[in-house]
């Protein structure tokens, strides 16, 4: 690798389950050469969403990447009883990819991951100060935890005091920007990564949002929700230097049925959002080259602000803000600058060039 390239140290914290998207940002994690991927912390409690975390970081050469998963476990596997329309992928990954070299294979079991909080705070205290960038790519359940965790054996310090020692940025998918999320009698609406189901997350998303010591960046539902990206990946044919049994690219076909989802959609592209993919990108190549636009933190200033009851989310704009916004933050939010057809194009050839990467490695 060129000495010249600097790296970034991330953490990912992934709700892997019920979307693809979570898949496609552990390979760019995995793969990209500007990224030191360091630990990645689940939280979903789905064994199976452990397991398929290791066998995607086994097949892309991170096996040696430890794994965190919040109690208690369960074997659920993923069932769209809201539309009906894709299909689940994380069992598949853990068992066809078991083989893969992961830390977690599937003769052992989702019990040997980390403690979450144990791992973010083993990780952070062997990290350079204000190095590692955390990526929030689902509930923040296990933020929320490591901000309040005691002392222990990795480091004297408190969560809080850890984080604002060692993290420099956290990016956190989730929300909508700059209108919030409300339905239009002016109620909060939830964003899912914010509320989870019944709203069962959202106290720990709005303590992350309005006490995180340092740097925070959203990435909206708006910006990933028309940027299609997978399908060069799940088209990949024979002698394309994508090997066919690629564990992301079969979560793709196994999530939209080989792609038969989209096709009722006429010209829309097959594959999925880019929402996860996008917030990875972003935490290790910043705003891509003019692709993303950073609003928020430059000029006019504000902050997001989470209601801890539904977990939908408020924009604050610094100059109007009339109080009850909660606690003062260093916030931005992204904003796509290019047609989605050509960001998702760049997320696409990432793609396909960290799925070749395992075939370059190994010759």
Known sequence: MDSCVTMTNLIIDTDIFSDVDDAAALLLAATLPDANLLAVNVNHSSSYSALAVSAILGHYGKGHVPIGIRRPLTDDTYFDARHFTTGEFTSKVAFRFRDSGGSLSWGRRAEDAWDPVALYRKTLAEAADGSVTVVSIGFLDNLSALLTSLPDASSPLPGRALVSLKVGHLVVMGGA???????????????????????????????????????????????????????????????????????????????????????????????????????????????AGGMLEEVGRQGRRGRCVVDERVGGNRWVWEDEDRGGGGEDGDHAFLKLRVDPEAAAAVVDELLLQGARSVVERAS
């Open 177 to 287: 920007y700059p209108a919030g999320t409300h339905r239009d009698a002016g109620a909060p609406r939830p964003s899912w990564n914010f509320s989870g189901p019944n709203g069962a997350h959202a106290p720990a998303a709005a303590h992350v949002v309005s006490a995180w010591p340092g740097p925070v960046t959203f990435l909206g539902r708006e910006v990933g929700a028309s940027v299609m990206v997978g399908g060069p990946l799940m088209d990949a044919a024979q002698g394309s230097g994508v090997p066919r049994r690629d564990p992301v690219r079969m979560a793709y076909l196994w999530y939209t049925y080989g792609g038969l989802l989209d096709e009722d959609g006429g010209d829309k592209k097959r594959g999925g959002p880019a929402w996860d993919a996008l917030a990875v990108l972003y935490a290790v190549r910043g705003l």
